[in-house]
Structure formats: structure tokens, C-alpha cells
Nanobody, 121 residues
Framework: QVRLDESGGGLVQTGGSLRLSCAAS????????MGWFRQPPGKEREFVAA????????YHVDSVKGRFTISRDNEKDSVYLQMDNLKPEDAGIYYC??????????????WGHGTPVIVSA
């Protein structure tokens, strides 16, 4: 069983930054690739970024490349998403996911409750 708790969302102006955190309660955090997905208002949940079990590989969708960075700390059983130069289209509920494929095509079965990101124009 894996429990994921996201934090760090909030309201930010266009061009601002936020850092999302996801703390995992799991026997072996390093057994899992970790990922971030988001669900914009009225849309389907979409893949944002993923990182390999030991952090040596990561993948970001084109729309966030150069602005978002996924990272993890296996000592703290945590994964992070640094989001810079935020745009209104980045708004949505951000979810942490345990076990996705690095390209996000396959989603893991464990999800957090989500944290909202609101970007004002």
C-alpha cells in the first residue's frame, strides 16, 4: 500500500513560481518511478513529468520543458515539482502518482489527493 500526500499548491501570478511536494508513505520508495499529472478545469487528467526510481532519468512534457523540473529525495521518500514562469494554462489540480512509465503513457495505481494550482493573469 502506498499513500501519497501532496502540498505546495496555491494562487500565483503569471510568471511566478511554486514548488509542489509529495510525501510518500511506503515500504520502499525507490521501488517506484514517480510522476506528476494535472487536471485543468473541465479537462482530462494529463501527464506532466516523471522521474526514475533513483532519479537518473526524467521526462517532462513539451509544454513545461524549461519551466518545470521534477526531482526526488529517496532519503525523505519525497518527490518534488519546481514550477517556474507559470502560465494561466498551467492551472489545475496537480496529482502525485507512484509507478508511472517515464513517458507517462502508463499510469501507476497509486494517487495522492491532489493540490490546486491557480495562476492569475
Amino acid at each position: 500500500q502506498v499513500r501519497l500526500d501532496e502540498s505546495g499548491g496555491g494562487l500565483v501570478q503569471t510568471g511566478g513560481s511554486l514548488r509542489l511536494s509529495c510525501a510518500a508513505s511506503v515500504d520502499s520508495f525507490s521501488d517506484y518511478n514517480m510522476g506528476w499529472f494535472r487536471q485543468p478545469p473541465g479537462k482530462e487528467r494529463e501527464f506532466v513529468a516523471a522521474i526514475s526510481r533513483f532519479g537518473d532519468q526524467s521526462y517532462h512534457v513539451d509544454s513545461v520543458k524549461g519551466r518545470f523540473t521534477i526531482s526526488r529525495d529517496n532519503e525523505k521518500d519525497s518527490v518534488y515539482l519546481q514550477m517556474d514562469n507559470l502560465k494561466p494554462e498551467d492551472a489545475g489540480i496537480y496529482y502525485c502518482n507512484a509507478g508511472p512509465s517515464l513517458n507517462g503513457i502508463t499510469r501507476g495505481i497509486y494517487w495522492g489527493h491532489g493540490t490546486p494550482v491557480i495562476v492569475s493573469a
